[in-house]
Nanobody
Framework: QLQLVESGGGLVQPGGSLRLSCAAS????????IGWVRQAPGKEREGVSC????????SSADSVKGRFTISRDNAKNTVYLQMNSLKPEDAARYFC?????????????????WGQGTPVTVSS
């Protein structure tokens, strides 16, 4: 059974940092393009960061560029999202996702496999 499980979300003050983790089981994450997508209440899903299968292509949304970094640990079959300088507008539920086309894409529609998400709250 293919599964993605996110963790690491929580409450953080503005300017703080969090590292989200996404552990895969049932498939090898390094064979897929991966992405992080967030959704705030009442808003559309927004792709924030992605990485191609071989890591040769990465991309970040303008709203998080320079603050968020996606990475992958093949040995742990896990992908991470390091989030620095967090702002209140970054608050959302964050999902990791994988696509079999192996592409890096900020478009949520390309992703086939999704985790259940982890909530991030940014507030003082």
């Amino acid at each position: 059974q293919l599964q993605l499980v996110e963790s690491g979300g929580g409450l953080v003050q503005p300017g703080g940092s969090l590292r989200l983790s996404c552990a895969a089981s049932g498939f090898t994450l390094s064979y897929y393009g991966i992405g992080w997508v967030r959704q705030a209440p009442g808003k559309e899903r927004e792709g924030v960061s992605c990485r191609s299968k071989n890591g040769g292509s990465t991309s970040s949304a303008d709203s998080v560029k320079g603050r968020f970094t996606i990475s992958r640990d093949n040995a742990k079959n896990t992908v991470y999202l390091q989030m620095n300088s967090l702002k209140p507008e970054d608050a959302a539920r964050y999902f990791c996702a994988a696509n079999p086309y192996r592409w890096c894409s900020l478009g949520p529609e390309i992703y086939t496999y999704w985790g259940q998400g982890t909530p991030v709250t940014v507030s003082s």
